[in-house]
């Protein structure tokens, strides 16, 4: 699992890039604000302990779309959280350290780069302006949180989510972050891991459906 002032930078990172409320302490961990259709509040345990995850069900309040993210066995945490919650597909927590990489665009493909309250949204388009990839990310207290990494399937084999992720990285540093966090589908980790950055565990995703 990764240590607690990079799943505090992640968790304060990904509510910064997906423009949420928070994140605000709690006894159990931290709620954000995440007011979608499928996700209403995110609680995320920096403690993985059987009565943390108890108090951050508890504090759901039977609201749908409430998730509990936490290091813990997906199988245990169900029988902790009582009826009602569901298990999610899992993240992957990743890493690596962030230095500065060469760009290449793909011929047939132009790059653009926007920067809003200093959230970087890269973007991959055809000539014709189809859309193929793009992804965020945000910084805190050093740590840039790599968000929504996503190629068009009929984009996919041609680099263009290395493209994305290598432009990512270097607007990161120039923020000032040295490290670079995500989590990561197990579809995704195949990518992060030929560009260098390593897992450190399993984060269970459980959410209410009432």
């Known amino acids: 699992m990764l240590d607690r002032e990079l799943m505090l930078g992640w968790v304060a990172g990904l509510a910064k890039a997906r423009r949420d409320v928070g994140p605000v302490e709690h006894p159990w961990g931290l709620r954000v604000e995440t007011p979608r259709q499928r996700e209403r509040a995110r609680h995320v345990l920096l403690d993985p302990r059987e009565e943390l995850v108890r108090a951050a069900a508890e504090a759901a309040q039977r609201v749908p779309y409430t998730w509990i993210k936490a290091f813990v066995d997906p199988r245990a945490a169900s029988a902790w959280v009582g009826e009602g919650w569901e298990i999610g597909g899992p993240e992957i927590m990743m890493t690596a350290p962030l230095h500065p990489a060469e760009v290449r665009v ?3 493909y132009e790059l653009g780069t926007d920067v809003v309250d200093g959230v970087v949204h890269v973007r991959v388009r055809t000539g014709a302006g189809e859309y193929a990839a793009d992804g965020w990310t945000a ?13 068009d399937e009929g984009h996919r084999r041609r680099g263009l989510g290395s493209l994305v992720m290598r432009v990512l990285g270097n607007a990161a540093l120039e923020q000032g972050a040295v490290t670079a966090v995500l989590g990561a589908t197990v579809e995704g980790r195949a990518l992060y891991e030929s560009l260098g950055w390593s897992a450190h565990g399993n984060l269970t995703g459980l959410v209410y459906k009432g």
Not at 139 to 151: F, I
């Open 106 to 108: 793909p011929a047939g």
């Open 139 to 151: 910084v805190v207290g050093g740590v840039a949180v790599v968000d929504r990494v996503a190629t």
